[in-house]
């Protein structure tokens, strides 16, 4: 299937260059997926928001682990987000998308990452490392810092 | 803040009728939301999907209880969507989504529930049940049958 | 089709509660869907934006007619969402929605609304008028105040 | 504000490589868009609704281009989606979607793709077209074959 797949792609295109795209696809998917979700400043919905999402990214190609942290949101105005009463709660905006996605295509593997970044009040997609393996590759055990 | 939201509305509205449109409200809200979701054929995954879901809709006004189930996919075409290969996965689709709402608003108890229904070929918003209370409420431990 | 429906109902709802619940679904699926598009601040970005999601809710039952609106965003931090560099756009968040929809059951007409309001921190979604008629229903060409 | 972004790039990327990740972020953002739009059998409905959809698209960075056509969805079952009765709609899925997106970042345009492929059945993403230019880029006035 996946040499199958590989026949549409403009014939330039090497394994390298085919891990990035792959990761630009699930970056851009997690995003999109929790941007809007109804939250509140419970750790324990946060929590179990971003495990619902990274389950469904996990059944994507080529993803080998999903880490993702959904940031308890700014308070705005006159709410705190903790239900204090019914309309007491948020949604998921940029600002509160923190993840890192490892995918493998062929031997490339590359670190995604989903930031809010200050200095260009924008949530970054970007490639913070990509890494090239001889052999079988053992998903990392570290986790964002 | 409930009172002061009440004045929105047409006057003749009763507390009964505002429950049930609170019911429409969050099971749209949770059918919205599970759409498009990708999914494997795999129980935990379905399970941790549906979680996230529903921490999310629980942050939402008048919300008791929510029940939530997506259905292993039908499989169609070549593909058993268990991951056999990168590309063997689906999406959340009308079909999958099994829903059971509880919304109390003032002494109103709104069982409302999302169901696919085959004699529609649609996925049918409904209200199930319609309870009044006298005292305290305690959510139910009844799960959907 | 409407009537095969009606039997999962609870008996008790009558033809003016289920407009209700009708009016509820829609402003929660027009509301869901519209959070997080991408947009910049221009005009026809947003009409452009917004008519789509119109185009969609239409398409749903018992929609008479759609009205939504998604007003220029709150600039914030150093973007004025006008597309100055690449970043420079942002993503539809509850208070830039306004909407209403018009839902016709039976003889029952709602106008149903999405607006943020101020005073609630909220994107409160509300039923702002009920009324009945007797004969077919001509759709208002009354838009938004 | 582009080049304040590069620096949280692994440093071994380069620009083809570059383009190729927005890509990938861009075909996915339409992709989880459109999945899931309420959708009738009806030319103007499905243009309309692609069209906000590419409005939107047309805001992220690097954007140069967007095509995208939904296709009368297959019907299935009881129903042929065209509004004969209340329920008779559906969905967007991936089946639906055909999408083509011009990047450009730096002298790199790159054609990425969103198709149907029956002999996958998955709704592939890939890159059609790398190109590389001297000059100032004019977009391309080609439409999808």
Known sequence: MEKLAEDYFDKSINAREHAI???????ATLFQMALGHP?????STLV?????IKASIECQPFVKSV???????????SQKFDKENEFDYTFVTGQDIRAQIEIQYEKWIMIGCIEWISDLDYPLMYIKEINQIEKRYEPSDEKMD
Chains 1, 2, 3, 4 share one sequence.
Request: net charge positive; glycine share 10%.
């Open 48 to 52: 179990r928001v971003a495990d619902g």
């Open 39 to 43: 939250i509140k400043n419970m750790q």
């Open 67 to 77: 880490d993702f942290i959904i940031k308890k949101p700014n308070t705005t105005g």
């Open 21 to 27: 795209f792959e990761t630009g696809i699930k970056l």
